[in-house]
């Protein structure tokens, strides 16, 4: 059973070209929702955490954006540079273990 | 100065052989954690460890084992390799329910 599921798989966008990528989860007690970027041949680099429903988190181009059922990560003007694969995770309970979605990966064009 | 380090960043070998990845980080956590990220890009978490204690172990064959000897290392070894082993490996470190740091990965290739 999926508690973690992210949307779309995939996505291209040329530049300029705003859009939104969806987390949803179905854990109970979320401890935290976390947003990571990951490029080709690197580990995952830590963008946000959202702790509580309502809470918005900004940086550059991105915001995340939490509500009880789902994230959005919004990019806004995207460029090519942002290109990568959007890992979405959550912690709950009284866990610190991160179970991870598997990510939708952005091209940008040019 | 690199905050998480893994060697190798390759390691191809073959089935049946035993094998070591070792983890490093500078950053004074207190947790550490190995993820294995398969061919289709899905990251799991396999072992976490707090102050050289095991915390999390997920259901992972008892051919992976980790090895802390001090806060700073963790690392992974690996019995009696298959192919279904080959993937990348992050090691990782955190501070209680914050961002965690993740190395560059070791991507092991079984034959």
């Known amino acids: 059973e999926d508690q973690v599921t992210q949307s779309p798989e995939a996505l291209r966008l040329q530049e300029g070209e705003s859009s939104s990528l969806n987390c949803s989860y179905t854990?109970?007690?979320?401890?935290?929702l976390f947003w990571y970027r990951q490029d080709p041949g690197k580990g995952p680099e830590f963008l946000f955490t959202?702790?509580?429903a309502g809470e918005e988190k900004e940086k550059e181009r991105l915001k995340a954006t939490l509500t009880k059922k789902e994230s959005f990560l919004h990019i806004t003007a995207p460029k090519p540079e942002d290109s990568a694969t959007y890992l979405c995770?959550?912690?709950?309970?009284?866990?610190?273990?991160?179970?991870f979605g598997k990510g939708t990966k952005l091209t940008v064009n040019p | 100065d690199t905050a998480v380090s893994q060697t190798p960043k390759y390691l191809v070998t073959q089935m049946g052989n035993d094998k070591s990845i070792k983890c490093e980080q500078n950053?004074?956590?207190?947790?550490m954690y190995w993820y294995k990220q398969d061919s289709k890009k899905f990251l799991k978490i396999m072992f976490s460890?707090?102050?050289?204690?095991?915390?999390i172990n997920e259901t992972v064959p008892n051919r992976f084992s980790p090895k802390s000897p001090d806060k700073a290392h963790l690392n992974l070894h690996i019995n009696s390799l298959e192919l279904g082993d080959s993937a990348v490996y992050f090691c990782?470190?955190?501070?209680?329910?914050?961002?965690?740091?993740f190395g560059p990965g070791t991507r092991l290739t079984v034959t």
């Open positions: 990782a470190t955190g501070q209680g329910l914050s961002k965690q740091y």
């Open positions: 995770a959550v912690s709950q309970g009284g866990s610190e273990k991160l179970v």
């Open positions: 950053l004074g956590h207190d947790t």
């Open positions: 959202l702790y509580s």
């Open positions: 854990v109970s007690g979320l401890r935290g």
């Open positions: 460890y707090n102050n050289k204690e095991l915390i």
